[in-house]
């Protein structure tokens, strides 16, 4: 209750506030805004750049569109930038609707729609790109959304939104929106430094609270315990607890007893609508199928997890687990009224084995009415695609998983396949979607539940456990704003897992933001053309990448000062009234060091010595194998090499072996020798256990060895002089003064610890030398590359025109130095560059392997190629395939392109030598996987033609297709390359932009696709 003061107070802010845009802007909106939305508009509409750092679904695109709201009213434009093309084109619909389609454009990989509109939705590479062009459009720019900003810490792509956050014109405002990150603030600070005043309002509260489960046998238990006013609790509910442990042991017993007791709320949870669909009498379907079909073994679920402490890793998971069932689970979520659900199974392969799980077992999840709208819109769909590519693009099995409310999603599918889904997701007419992580990034298809089958996934090289923030960003997508009141995760317990580790995963932890800001070849001409390289590398210098190395350099010198205090302290505490103790130490460690490499030498002498013994045994051989096995006395059936000495015995119970060196720590004894049979069949167990009593009566009866056998026991040890050393360092020891100290070994003790103190402080001040500048200094690199090729020239600062005055008195001009001359590594780093004319070429070439690409343009490579061939070789600068599996070079179908192959891994290894010698990571090879599909898809065959001979998936050669074709686009437009050449990029384009690679885009932009995966 309030008082009337409190009233008045009230009214009269809410009369002030009427009276400012946030006002009007309130006074739309279907519903009130949440206090850190009003926080943040109010900045925005004070001028002031925005950071807002919220949870999934707390409603962060308000801000956004606020300032499209005040863009409009000022008249400016607005930029609205998103990650993905699918978000961008989610926002285009959202602000058409809300201002008119005349008012919005729409720019991204594929689509170039009204694009000088006051308002634009763009990828943020197209908005990259337009900066460094200087676009004509980017005049009158007044806002620029940046939604998931949190892309900044991508591997491949972060680099642009760096690149735009610090060349967008300085009056520009900039609303960055991001996930909730650990360190907002510091991306904040940050944001202030580059864009000016900013602030930052960050906000941990989820709308629609999540709570937590695991799957134990199909049934599902909280993972915390619920507090007391019903929110979710940080208790780890030890029944869970109790139950996994129990379910380690006792596979095979079924679970039903645990049953009821686990879960504590009652079913339909979360619906306030309640399940939407429902009726007993959903088709036959389902029925047909389950009696035609039996299920088919489980090729993948349970495989490649891990196997935790407590499962033998060689037989527990594998045999005795029953796979996770997920028609079961599904089942179980269904009856609980907790579908839709996104299930997140890292592997393209892995979702569609899920659909067809599903399918196979007649998983029916659609209501009659549900049904019929799928099947019409999945046949028109049908329709639209080019007959001969149905089969091959899955169609039938997608459209009838579909009907039944299960599909995949994922990166690897046809775009249109994938746009589908999703809107038939948006529509609530599909109840269970597989996806990959792609889908945990920004695109909108909340759920009610999110399942996460394993806890880790392959990264392409191995498997690793997903991280807080993943799991934050994976189960963030369940709960729906507005349609439920709660949202739900539920984690599938398997051999191995302790809740316990899942909880903290699920706490409410998040991730740091940290950049991966590197600077390209791409980026350097472009800056250096446009402000000179000197200052280029200050404008590198603001990178979040510079900003983040020197705060923790600021940390780190905090851990050399504080180490370096300790220091002291310890110094004194080991100064002796004898004599200099750090002096005595040093010999001490010394003395102790030589005698650990003597150890050492030792060792090795008496393993090539086991060496030795084990390769020169004979078959007939009996020998004593006693070490970690003790196998015992054991026969030698067959002699092994030096290079690989492992021979074959067979031990007193009849059993076959390879011993090893590790198998002995003295050289082997040959005992007694007896005669074998030429080639003893030891794979009959027979044969085996007569050798064994043979060998067994040998040994009884004292049978010598053979008088070949090898002599044992060590060879000469060259130890003299390391001993010598060994002797004069102790004899020292003993006449040093601090030896006769009465408090030498408490003495000793501190040097010990002094010792290791000061090597950690020499590696963190290594550490903060490395950081410094670390920026800067591989822009120095990438421009040495760039001038020892001839892209850049030394210039006299006083040409260049676009320093202003002040930098340029910052550094003095190297004497003598004019246009176009070579410099020594002196004057290097003081000099002024210029990107040369042939420098220029490379402003316009985007992607991994620019220079490369350069390169080859200049090499003339593609002029003479014919379209089909040009299309079929920029597959190599394009393509690059998720795992080193590259085989040998296929066959090429023509020579000429062959040629041209050829001349591209030559001017590769140039490339990559050279980049070696300027410290720098080398580019990505050229590799081969896509030329000849590309060849053919060029000529016109069909898909499962160009496909047939390789393991790509449909979705992923579309993919790549439509990086290709941006190539050629950009090949095409830069200004040297010749008329001829160009409108053979043009060809080859139109060769290759058809069909499925035509369905969903409208034209082609000069800019890279987001790679998804
Ligand atoms: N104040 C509010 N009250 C009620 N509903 C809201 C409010 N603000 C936003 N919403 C609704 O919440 C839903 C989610 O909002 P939004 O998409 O902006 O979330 P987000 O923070 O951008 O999440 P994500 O991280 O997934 O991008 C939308 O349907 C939106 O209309
Ligand atoms: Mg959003």
Redesign the pocket.
């Known amino acids: 209750m309030s008082s009337p003061a409190e009233r008045y107070a009230e009214s009269r802010r809410r009369a002030a506030e009427a009276k400012t845009q946030l006002g009007a802007f309130r006074a739309a ?6 206090d850190f ?1 009003i926080e943040a508009c109010q900045h925005l509409e004070a001028g002031r750049a925005v950071l ?1 750092a ?9 801000v ?1 569109e606020f300032a499209v709201h005040l863009g409009l009213v000022n008249d400016t434009k607005t930029f609205y930038t998103t990650p993905i093309k699918a ?1 961008s084109n989610q926002k285009y619909q959202e602000l058409v609707e809300a201002h008119g389609s005349d008012r919005v454009g729409l720019l991204t990989g594929d689509t170039s729609i009204n694009s000088e509109a006051q308002i634009v939705v763009m990828t943020t590479e197209v908005l990259r790109n337009m900066l460094y062009q200087d676009s004509d459009t980017l005049r009158h720019l007044g806002y620029v959304v940046m ?2 900003v949190h892309y900044l810490a991508d591997r491949f792509r972060g680099a642009v939104w760096e690149e735009v956050i610090i060349h967008l014109p300085e009056h520009v405002q900039v609303v960055a ?1 991001s ?1 909730t990150v650990s360190n907002a603030e510091e991306f904040g600070a940050w944001l202030d430094t580059v864009r000016g005043e900013t602030s930052v309002v960050v906000s941990e509260h989820r ?1 629609v609270p999540l709570w937590q489960h695991m799957a134990v046998d199909h049934q599902l238990h909280d993972l915390f315990i619920s507090e007391e006013d019903g929110e979710p609790g940080s208790l780890v509910n030890p029944e869970l607890q109790r139950l996994a442990a129990h379910s380690e042991g006792v596979n095979s017993r079924r679970s039903g007893r645990y049953g009821s007791r686990g879960h504590s709320r009652g079913p339909n949870r979360g619906s306030q609508q309640g399940s939407a669909r429902g009726g007993p009498d959903r088709g036959g379907r389902g029925n047909l199928r389950q009696e035609n079909r039996s299920s088919p073994a489980g090729k993948r679920s349970g495989s490649g997890s891990r196997s935790g402490p407590g499962v033998s890793g060689v037989s527990g998971s594998a045999a005795g687990r029953p796979r996770l069932n997920r028609p079961k689970l599904i089942r179980a979520l269904d009856r609980e009224g907790l579908l839709p659900c996104i299930g997140f199974i890292f592997s393209r392969v892995g979702c569609e084995a899920a659909v067809e799980q599903c399918l196979n077992a007649g998983i029916v999840l659609t209501s009659r009415e549900e049904a019929q709208e799928i099947t019409s819109r999945v046949e028109q769909m049908g329709w639209d695609l080019p007959a001969e590519d149905l089969s091959i693009l899955g169609f039938d099995s997608f459209r009838e998983a579909l009907i039944n409310g299960v599909a995949a999603h994922h990166a690897g599918m046809l775009p249109p396949f994938k746009e589908l889904v999703e809107q038939l997701y948006a529509e609530g007419l599909l109840k269970v979607v597989f996806a990959t992580e792609t889908l945990a990034l ?1 695109i ?1 298809m ?1 759920a009610r539940t999110v399942v996460l089958e394993k806890l880790d996934k392959f990264n392409g090289e191995s498997h690793v456990d997903i991280t807080p923030g993943e799991y934050t960003q994976l189960t ?2 369940a709960g ?3 349609i439920d009141v709660e949202g739900h995760a539920v984690v599938v317990w398997q051999p191995g897992m302790d809740p316990r580790q899942v909880a903290g995963l699920a706490s409410k932890r998040t991730y740091p933001l940290n950049s991966s800001f590197k600077p390209s070849y791409n980026m350097a001409v472009n800056l250096t053309a446009q402000f000179g390289r000197r200052r280029a590398r200050t404008i590198l210098e603001s990178s979040f990448a510079q900003f983040q190395a020197d705060r923790s350099v600021v940390g780190t010198a905090r851990d050399v000062a504080k180490r370096e205090s300790s220091l002291a302290g310890y110094e004194e505490a080991m100064a002796c009234h004898l004599g200099d103790f750090r002096e005595y130490a040093a010999l001490r460690r010394r003395l102790g060091e030589a005698e650990k490499d003597q150890a050492k030498a030792r060792h090795r002498q008496r393993r090539r010595e086991i060496i030795r013994v084990l390769a020169a045994l004979q078959p007939g051989d009996i020998i004593e194998v006693e070490g970690k096995r003790g196998f015992g006395e054991s026969l030698v059936v067959h002699s092994a090499p030096e290079h690989d000495p492992r021979p074959g015995v067979i031990t007193s119970d009849g059993k076959f072996r390879n011993v090893t060196a590790e198998d002995f720590g003295q050289p082997p004894e040959v005992v007694s020798s007896i005669r074998l049979p030429r080639k003893p069949q030891v794979k009959v167990p027979k044969v085996r256990r007569d050798l064994a009593s043979a060998m067994r009566a040998a040994l009884h009866e004292r049978v010598p060895a053979r008088n070949s056998a090898p002599a044992t026991g060590f060879g000469f040890l060259d130890e003299t002089a390391e001993e010598d050393s060994i002797e004069d360092l102790q004899a020292q020891l003993r006449r040093h003064p601090c030896h006769g100290c009465s408090e030498r070994e408490d003495h000793a003790r501190w040097a010990e610890r002094a010792w290791k103190l000061q090597r950690e402080i020499d590696q963190l001040k290594l550490k903060i030398d490395r950081r410094t500048g670390s920026i800067a200094k591989i822009f120095d690199r990438v421009c040495g590359v760039l001038h020892e090729l001839g892209h850049m020239e030394a210039v006299d600062p006083e040409l260049m025109p676009h320093v202003p005055p002040e930098d340029a008195t910052e550094l003095p001009a190297p004497p003598g130095l004019t246009s176009g001359s070579k410099i020594s590594s002196d004057e290097w780093f003081a000099a002024e560059f210029a990107v040369t004319d042939r420098g220029q070429q490379l402003r316009r070439i985007y992607g991994e392997r620019d220079l490369f690409t350069g390169l080859l343009m200049e090499r003339g490579v593609l002029a003479s190629l014919s379209a089909e061939e040009l299309a079929a070789f920029v597959t190599v600068l394009v393509y690059q395939s998720k795992r080193d599996d590259e085989g040998a070079m296929p066959v090429m179908p023509t020579k000429r392109l062959g040629g041209a192959v050829r001349t591209g891994i030559e001017v590769h290894a140039e490339l990559e030598t050279l980049e070696k010698r300027h410290h720098l990571e080398p580019t990505a090879a050229p590799e081969m996987g896509l030329v000849l599909p590309m060849y053919a898809w060029a000529q016109g065959q069909s898909l499962r033609n160009a496909l047939s001979d390789s393991s790509l998936a449909a979705g992923d050669f579309v993919r790549w297709t439509k990086q290709c074709i941006d190539t050629l686009d950009q090949l095409s437009k830069i200004p040297h390359t010749p008329a001829k050449l160009a409108a053979r990029c043009h060809e080859a384009v139109s060769l290759i932009g058809r069909g499925v690679v035509a369905y969903s885009s409208v034209a082609y932009q000069n800019l890279e696709e987001p790679s998804d995966e």
């Open positions: 909106q279907a519903f009130d805004l949440d939305q807002v919220a949870p999934t679904g707390a409603g962060k695109t308000i956004g978000l939604d998931e929106l996930a709308p920004g909108n909340p963030g997508r729906r704003r507005v």
